[in-house]
T-cell receptor
Framework: ETGVTQSPTHLIKTRGQQVTLRCSSQ?????VSWYQQALGQGPQFIFQ???????GRGNFPPRFSGLQFPNYSSELNVNALELDDSALYLC?????????????FGPGTRLTVT | DQQVKQNSPSLSVQEGRISILNCDYT??????FLWYKKYPAEGPTFLIS?????DKNEDGRFTVFLNKSAKHLSLHIVPSQPGDSAVYFC??????????FGPGTRLSVLP
């Protein structure tokens, strides 16, 4: 059973560019959540996907968008990057969209915007 | 506006003693709470959870206490071990959705 994987590990982008981050869920998990963790803070919920549909969204602007594929892997897209988007981006998969089941986190993608 | 607060950024405890990590929340609608542990360069890993219908949940060395009237929860680790040294996050939700995380407490267990 493979765990949650994310790619790339690190990424450097310039302000105004667009970025796509990828996440492979743990085998059998149909729910993926994305979080942004700024330095010295806890993870902040961006959105959740359940069976390819968005199933909840945090307080993030529309330039943060996502996709979930039939194999339940997922992408996070961020357009018009801003300096404040520099953070660790975590995805977490679970068996249950209600989140009452344990969420398994990937190691994260560290994004730096210059 | 921080809905979940962990007011101690760091905590040091001697090996074998009790570690107590605290968490306060402001939203009385939260009904499900979790604790996660995070090592450097790894994602958070689930430790223990508690729903608002309980005031205590135990799992081995880890016990979580919930005081709804005070909007406070705490994680007790007994006995503390050097491998417990990590950043601990508490998280709260309503109906298990849209989890709100605290800023974390870095625990150091000294041998």
């Amino acid at each position: 059973e493979t765990g949650v994987t994310q790619s790339p590990t690190h990424l450097i982008k310039t302000r105004g560019q667009q970025v796509t981050l990828r996440c492979s869920s743990q085998s059998g998990h149909n729910t993926v959540s994305w979080y942004q963790q700024a330095l010295g803070q806890g993870p902040q919920f961006i959105f959740q996907y359940y069976r390819e549909e968005e199933n909840g969204r945090g307080n993030f602007p529309p330039r943060f968008s996502g996709l979930q594929f039939p194999n339940y892997s997922s992408e996070l897209n961020v357009n018009a990057l801003e300096l404040d988007d520099s953070a660790l981006y975590l995805c977490a998969s679970s068996l249950d969209r209600l989140g009452l089941d344990e969420q398994y986190f990937g190691p994260g993608t560290r994004l730096t915007v210059t | 506006d921080q809905q979940v607060k962990q007011n101690s950024p760091s905590l040091s405890v001697q090996e074998g003693r009790i570690s107590i990590l605290n968490c306060d929340y402001t939203n009385s609608m939260f009904d499900y709470f979790l604790w996660y542990k995070k090592y450097p360069a790894e994602g958070p890993t689930f430790l223990i959870s508690i729903s608002s219908i309980k005031d205590k949940n135990e799992d081995g060395r880890f016990t979580v206490f919930l005081n709804k009237s005070a909007k406070h929860l705490s994680l007790h680790i007994v006995p503390s071990q050097p491998g417990d040294s990590a950043v601990y996050f508490c998280a709260a939700s309503r109906y298990g959705q849209n989890f709100v995380f605290g800023p974390g407490t870095r625990l150091s267990v000294l041998p």
